[in-house]
């Protein structure tokens, strides 16, 4: 009887049992991966780099931002949006152009594209939010910097 209840145990489905589980795992495994690199790729939607190709320069985002940390009045809130909207076409335009990926290419119409839009946006505010942008544009540049010293 023993010996029946062996053989009955060796002829049981465990081995396909095992061989859906090592399926299930490497399925999940690749879903797992494709999902990482993606969320990788999108900046990880962590706020500082998960513009949806803008590095970060989604203009919701940065009109949120602003009409936070400046108080924008609706006016003003449409022509800033107007102001980065436009920026953003010009930007891709500029990547598009510099295929390649050269960043050092792209660097001084980047600074340019970046003065013009700081300019157009300051003349929409108040002297007071005028004030406040400039500080956050100085802060902006100095966290910059400091993370390309780092090697970031």
């Keep these: 009887m023993l010996n029946l209840v062996a053989l009955s145990l060796s002829k049981r489905p465990n081995n396909k049992f095992k061989t859906d589980m090592k399926k299930l795992v490497l399925v999940f495994a690749l879903v797992l991966g494709a999902s990482v ?15 949806g190709g803008r590095g970060g320069r989604n203009p919701e985002r ?5 009409k936070e940390t ?3 009045t609706d006016a003003q809130v449409t ?8 920026q953003g076409k ?4 500029i990547r598009t152009a ?3 990926g050269d960043r050092a290419a792209m660097a001084p119409a980047q600074a340019k594209l970046r003065k013009a839009t700081s300019d157009k946006i300051t003349a929409v505010l108040t002297a007071d939010q005028a004030t406040i942008y400039k500080k956050q544009l100085e802060d902006q540049a100095k ?4 993370r390309q010293a780092n090697g970031n």
């Design 70 to 72: 400046l108080t924008l």
């Design 62 to 66: 940065q009109i949120a931002r602003l």
């Design 79 to 86: 022509k800033v949006t107007e102001i980065l909207t436009a």
């Design 90 to 93: 010009v930007q891709d335009s």
């Design 37 to 51: 690199a993606t969320f990788a790729q999108n900046g990880g939607g962590n706020g500082g780099n998960g513009g």
């Design 98 to 100: 510099n295929a390649g």
């Design 143 to 146: 966290a910059m910097a400091e």
